[in-house]
T-cell receptor, first 114, second 112 residues
Framework: DVKVTQSSRYLVKRTGEKVFLECVQDMDHENMFWYRQDPGLGLRLIYFSYDVKMKEKGDIPEGYSVSREKKERFSLILESASTNQTSMYLC?????????????FGDGTRLSIL | EDKVVQSPLSLVVHEGDTVTLNCSYEVTNFRSLLWYKQEKKAPTFLFMLTSSGIEKKSGRLSSILDKKELFSILNITATQTGDSAIYLCAVEETSGTYKYIFGTGTRLKVLA
């Protein structure tokens, strides 16, 4: 079974802090994704990556950056956290783009910015 | 702008009822439609649909896609309390790069 692991289930940070959310997958998947999930808005794509060191902006990249130095790890960085970034963050991976493959999700990180 | 709309937003039923969840989409470069179930943690994959009119079935759950009318339905028969969850619909699109567009989800609560 595919395992997508997010480093923290709950995280509390302060406004202005630099925040790192880590995601690791163990199935050699090419593609990795970061979403945020808010009530009434569903899942919105922040960034995705289809290869090591490659990244693409999603629908709401402002205030975020990502890093993919190794195939199995995809990090989301909040450069200077703000209260409107309080949300549930979900990481996902899929085998390869265009291969009719479903995404596999981590359990999520509930991030609160005070 | 591409979008995926799910209805109803929430639903409360009693055990044994049958429910139908709807997902309509306006996506320019459609590739597939996916259904997920989300309980307290990670969304888990249910179905992927690529062709119209072919029903996918897994136990009490089934789903079908209509690519002409641009919608899909997810049916759950003989509901159980364990079916209580958020059901997410996503469309995979291929405008240059591949990505998934999600609806807001339908929150289903099944009462004993």
């Amino acid at each position: 079974d595919v395992k997508v692991t997010q480093s923290s289930r709950y995280l509390v940070k302060r406004t202005g802090e630099k925040v790192f959310l880590e995601c690791v997958q163990d199935m050699d998947h090419e593609n990795m994704f970061w979403y945020r999930q808010d009530p009434g808005l569903g899942l919105r794509l922040i960034y995705f990556s289809y290869d090591v060191k490659m990244k693409e902006k999603g629908d709401i990249p402002e205030g975020y950056s990502v890093s993919r130095e190794k195939k199995e790890r995809f990090s989301l960085i909040l450069e200077s956290a703000s209260t409107n970034q309080t949300s549930m963050y979900l990481c996902a991976s899929s085998l390869r783009l265009g291969g009719h493959q479903p995404q596999h999700f981590g359990d999520g990180t509930r991030l609160s910015i005070l | 702008e591409d979008k995926v709309v799910q209805s109803p937003l929430s639903l409360v039923v009693h055990e044994g009822d049958t429910v139908t969840l709807n997902c309509s989409y306006e996506v320019t470069n459609f590739r597939s439609l996916l259904w997920y179930k989300q309980e307290k943690k990670a969304p888990t994959f249910l179905f992927m649909l690529t062709s119209s009119g072919i029903e996918k079935k897994s136990g009490r759950l089934s789903s079908i896609l209509d690519k002409k009318e641009l919608f899909s339905i997810l049916n759950i028969t003989a509901t159980q309390t364990g079916d209580s969850a958020i059901y997410l619909c996503a469309v995979e699109e291929t405008s240059g790069t591949y990505k998934y567009i999600f609806g807001t989800g339908t929150r289903l609560k099944v009462l004993a």
